[in-house]
């Protein structure tokens, strides 16, 4: 019998999924394109930077073909600025997402109608267009995303490059110490974030959080909520069992001129 499987996916299941985030690398050998089920990969020629998946980084990363360049908010003044609005700037609400990349005519690739995306999936992309992507899978993780911004993978990724490519990462003592640090910031502000549940009538808001942050924090969150439905339900049942008493119990016959009445009506003399 198959043991059953947990709610939502588990930090390895996000970790795996990380590896398909797009990076920028910075070849130190001629390859040609390698075709790959999501597409041909560009053809790397040193020392103009090429973008792949994670993945396929760390592969070329370990056989010494190519150096990754981390994204822009891993560098130790972006966390340090990201860090100072989690806990000056906004302490109750996260740090807000990275921006839709901007396209050629100057506006931003914001989310069409539900009907558009739907038409717009269903049909074959045209030669040359952008299509327009949404988190997770916006190109925040290249050397060309904007600083300042967390992505959906942003703590899983920076884990990665640190683990296998520390040497391409500026300062990564200090970026480890500014990672830990935010990650203790969030971690506390996710706990505290349940407290709008008592009651039952709260909504906790996620914008801007990870997706590791999600698969850590989600069995706390659910126990909450689950704590949050039994409390509720136990007042419900007790509020019912304490109208149902008074409505034929001894204070409610006394209400409606029970027993005092007729106390009232014998005569003793």
Not at 204 to 211: D, E, F, I, S, Y
Request: glycine letters at 10%.
């Amino acid at each position: 019998m198959a043991l059953p499987l947990p709610q939502g996916l588990v930090p390895t299941e996000v970790a795996f999924l990380c590896e398909m985030e797009m990076v920028t690398i910075v070849p130190r050998q001629r390859l040609e394109s390698i075709p790959l089920l999501s597409g041909d990969t560009p053809a790397l020629r040193p020392p103009h930077r090429a973008q792949m998946p994670l993945w396929l980084a760390l592969l070329l990363k370990k056989q010494r073909r190519a150096n990754i360049v981390p994204p822009a908010w891993l560098h130790p003044a972006s966390l340090a600025d990201i860090i100072h609005h989690e806990t000056n700037v906004d302490p109750q609400a996260f740090s807000p997402p990275p921006p839709p990349p901007t396209r050629a005519d100057g506006r931003t690739g914001r989310a069409k109608p539900l009907q558009e995306n739907i038409r717009r999936t269903r049909e074959q992309p045209k030669p040359g267009e952008d299509p327009r992507l949404a988190p997770p899978f916006l190109p925040s993780c290249t050397a060309e995303s904007p600083a300042g911004y967390l992505p959906y993978h942003w703590l899983e990724l920076a884990e990665t490059l640190l683990a296998h490519a520390a040497d391409d990462v500026p300062a990564a003592s200090e970026v480890r110490a500014l990672l830990r640090d935010l990650q203790e910031v969030r971690a506390a502000k996710m706990r505290g974030s349940t407290a709008s549940l008592e009651g039952g009538g709260g909504v906790v808001v996620l914008r801007g959080v990870g997706a590791m942050e999600l698969a850590e924090s989600r069995a706390f969150v659910l126990g909450v909520v689950d704590g949050v439905r039994k409390l509720g339900a136990s007042a419900e049942t007790t509020r019912r069992d304490e109208e149902a008493n008074g409505g034929g119990g001894y204070g409610g016959r006394n209400a409606g001129g029970g027993f005092e009445d007729s106390d009232d009506e014998m005569d003793f003399d």
